[in-house]
């Protein structure tokens, strides 16, 4: 029954530590993009087809010292920017009033069983469908049509997530709670809100995934030139494939970005939670 | 434990019918007569569908009888709830894991708004009670089951309620853990005069605990009898051995044979 709580080791030993951890992934991918190169070069594949690793990594070198140098500007840099900035604030915005929705339908049984069939259809729905739409009512050249489409993907199942949370609480902490006499108010601060974390944070992290998946291909239907999805299409379109697959790479850092971001939030907010705990 | 102290908990012609009316309809409790004196320890036995996890949820309003009287400290038993007369044990310790341990205790205080310094003081004083003061900063998932258990019974006892409502709290610890939660929790029954409302299907901790035992049956919940138990107290792991408490282990058992005999077959493996 010694419990006595473990020191914390030493940075360089936690440093190692995760490099162990983690090496198995790194040499995978630094594996697959050799293997890339190595068959782009054995079979001689035209680099429209498939540019060679180190042609997108001199490109996006490239782009980064334009971006970087005092008078020039890089395209990419300012298209992956209003990307970003597209799907930061569809996901804020979506994610946001989704939290919002369930608490307020949760808080009446009657309201959140009438309006969670039809939430979890219009999750099914393609809704990058819309986009179209979006731009149509928004205006194509206006950030706001692409940051509604992220806001409308990301909404239901974070409204739907959060909805489970807050009602799948187990029945005797509920117990629990009525034997103090608690108000409904406390009810939801110190129980159903804490219950429903755990939901909330796996809906933001596919959330973060889906608002740049969204906001690239809602710019596929049209969009200012210095957005990423415009920028795919046009240098594709052009032949230009180093440049496509670096658009692509940066679209790919940005959501790894985000997705991150989540996970050290969630570290920050639920320590308590069983996916943190160091396995003895 | 005179009886001069006062009747507690009367309950009188209860019954409870759950879905009434319709094909799925469960008399679950039916004629219940008990009545509980001030500081008793009183143990609630029998199979699994004779009703005493329901009486238990009866006398602490968490669910209300289809007919009958019941009377909680002279008023009735929402009004008993509402005051705060309840502290409440389940099987599972059903800590909050995104609390400490002391954080656990503090809960109920949080609730009826007390100080954050009394709440404090309160949960520390109730840990040293139950031997986990230096586990106050712990949280829940680094505490074995005995020991979550034991949080939980601070938990239960840190607002000073009059009544002491136990859901199975030791059904699922080991038997070692079990014995010695039995000696811990009489050690602070004693120390503290609550009324124990107990409910188990253990013979022998239903024996080595309470003053009285009810033996209930199932199909339709009845109280078969209510069995007396003057082994003096305190106890300790040697009453274990004394032949009255076998005399008595053995009663019991025979009482819960017939109860379960006396139902229709298969009755005995109804959820």
Not at chain 1, 74 to 92: D, N
Not at chain 1, 99 to 127: G, H, K, Y
Not at chain 2, 14 to 38: C, H, R, T, W, Y
Request: hydrophobic share 50%.
């Amino acid at each position: 029954m010694t419990l006595d709580v473990e020191k914390r080791p030493s940075l360089a030993r936690r440093i190692q530590r995760r490099l162990r951890y983690y090496s198995p992934t790194i040499a995978v991918a630094i594996g697959v993009i050799v293997l890339w190169e190595i068959i782009v070069l054995i079979f001689d594949i035209q680099q429209f087809l498939l540019p060679k690793p180190s042609a997108i990594f001199s490109e996006f070198m490239l782009q980064v010292n334009l971006w970087l140098a005092p008078d020039e500007g890089s395209l990419l840099f300012e298209a992956s920017g209003a990307t970003f900035w597209e799907a930061l604030g569809g996901f804020v915005i979506g994610c946001g009033s989704g939290i919002l929705m369930a608490l307020i339908t949760s808080r009446w049984t009657i309201i959140s069983e009438a309006t969670m069939p039809f939430a979890i259809a219009a999750n099914s729905v393609p809704i990058i469908a819309f986009a179209p739409i979006m731009n149509n009512w928004f205006g194509i050249t206006n950030p706001a049509s692409k940051m509604a489409i992220v806001a409308i993907i990301v909404f239901f199942p974070t409204m739907i997530n959060t909805v489970r949370g807050l009602t799948l609480v187990d029945a005797s902490q509920l117990e629990l709670m009525q034997s103090y006499a608690a108000k409904p108010a406390r009810i939801m601060f110190s129980l159903r809100i804490p219950n429903a974390l755990p939901f909330i944070f796996s809906a933001l992290r596919v959330a973060s995934a889906l608002s740049l998946i969204g906001a690239v291909v809602a710019e596929f239907f049209g969009g200012p030139r210095a957005t990423l999805g415009v920028y795919i299409t046009q240098e594709a379109g052009a032949f230009d494939f180093a440049k496509a697959w670096t658009a692509i790479l940066m679209a790919s850092l940005i959501g790894i970005g985000f997705y991150l971001a989540v996970l050290v939030l969630e570290r920050r907010l639920m320590p308590w939670h069983v996916s943190f705990r160091e396995a003895g | 434990m005179s009886a001069e102290q006062g009747v507690v908990i009367a309950a009188q012609g209860i019954n409870k019918i759950f879905n009434p009316g319709s094909d799925e309809e469960v008399i679950a409790l039916q004629d219940i007569n008990l009545s509980v004196e001030s500081g008793e320890f009183i143990s609630l036995i029998g199979p699994s569908g004779c009703g005493k996890s329901t009486l238990m949820r009866l006398v602490g309003d968490l669910l209300q009888p289809t007919s009958g009287d019941l009377l909680v400290n002279g008023k009735s038993a929402r009004e008993a709830r509402l005051d705060r007369d309840y502290g409440m044990v389940f099987q599972a310790a059903t800590l909050y894991d995104w609390r400490s341990v002391t954080k656990n205790v503090q809960l109920p205080l949080e609730v009826m708004g007390y100080a954050k310094e009394e709440r404090r003081k309160r949960a520390q004083a109730m840990l040293e009670m139950v031997e986990l003061g230096a586990f106050a900063g712990h949280y829940p998932w680094q505490l074995s089951g005995g020991m979550q258990q034991r949080v939980s019974i601070a938990r239960a006892l840190v607002f000073d309620p009059s009544i002491l409502l136990m859901d199975e709290p030791f059904g699922a610890l080991d038997e070692f853990t079990r014995e010695r939660m039995n000696l811990e929790l009489l050690r602070i029954w004693e120390q503290t005069g609550k009324t124990i409302i107990f409910v188990t299907h253990s013979i022998s901790e239903a024996v080595f605990l309470s003053g009285r035992i009810v033996v209930m049956s199932p199909r339709p919940g009845r109280i078969t009898k209510i069995v007396s138990n003057d082994l003096p107290y305190p106890r300790d792991f040697k009453t274990r051995s004394d032949p009255a408490y076998h005399a008595l282990v053995a009663e019991v058992r025979e009482l819960l044979r017939d109860a379960v005999g006396s139902g229709p077959p298969g009755a005995m493996h109804a959820p």
